[in-house]
């Protein structure tokens, strides 16, 4: 399934409220994902099932949407939170992921 | 707390087989179905295949011909074997967990990658 994400990059200041659209070739029955990945690491899981917030992360992550668009909100960022987000699917086999969202320091 | 450390070889040769190996510490590999996902610059994240601890596994079709993955419990690792290597398969390869309290193929825990280069 192809996952496209936009924007590609964007950048906001620490506080602002940031939201990144994954959209699906074909409806995911809300089975998608939203990782994390800071520079040198590998990513790490913040939503599964399209909206449930995985254990330990903080509760300014939020996810949306169904069928083929969801969105991951960042309600007010924080200086930790400048990385690259990337979307998942799992719904098919094999499971895909988006080509990544940068967020950047403004 | 469950880490995962990935080790093997930085550099492989073209046509060579890259072999890597995922070591599962602060807890048990039993239980769990354990990946690989590699990353590049052009293709992003591609999930490669997987292996449950008792050795059953599953492979993309786009590399299944070249994959082979194998689990050795009682040294809580588990390996990957990619044959016939390009300069297409150099990536930074990473080992990751299904969490077992997920009905769909989601990874709750990550290395932190290792950069394999394929080249002369």
């Known amino acids: 399934i192809q996952m496209t994400q936009s924007p590609s990059s964007v950048s906001a200041s620490v506080g602002d409220r940031v939201t990144i659209t994954c959209r699906a070739g074909?409806?995911?029955?809300?089975?998608l994902a939203w990782y994390q990945q800071r520079p040198g690491q590998g990513p790490t899981l913040l939503i599964h099932?399209?909206?449930t917030l995985q254990s330990g992360v903080p509760s300014r992550f939020s996810g949306s949407g169904s069928g083929t668009e969801f969105t991951l909100t960042i309600s007010s960022l924080q200086p930790e939170d400048f990385a690259t987000y990337y979307c998942?699917?799992?719904?098919?086999?094999?499971?895909?992921f988006g080509q990544g969202t940068r967020l950047e320091i403004k | 707390q469950v880490s995962l450390q990935e080790s093997g070889p930085g550099l492989v040769r073209p046509s060579e087989t890259l072999s890597l190996t995922c070591t599962v510490s602060?807890?048990?590999?039993?239980?769990?179905?354990w990946s690989w996902v590699r990353q590049t610059p052009g293709e992003g994240l591609q999930w490669i295949g997987y292996?449950?601890?008792?050795?059953?596994?599953s492979y993309n079709p786009s590399l299944k011909s070249r994959v082979t993955m194998s689990v050795e419990t009682s040294e809580n690792q588990f390996s990957l074997k990619l044959s016939s290597v390009t300069a297409a398969d150099t990536a930074v390869y990473y080992c990751?967990?299904?969490?077992?309290?997920?009905?769909?193929?989601?990874?709750?825990?990550w290395g932190k990658g290792t950069t394999v280069t394929v080249s002369s």
């Open positions: 074909q409806g995911l029955n809300n089975w």
């Open positions: 602060g807890g048990s590999i039993s239980g769990y179905y």
């Open positions: 099932g399209a909206s």
């Open positions: 998942q699917e799992a719904h098919s086999f094999p499971v895909t």
């Open positions: 292996i449950l601890y008792s050795g059953s596994t």
């Open positions: 990751a967990r299904r969490g077992n309290s997920f009905p769909r193929y989601y990874m709750d825990v």
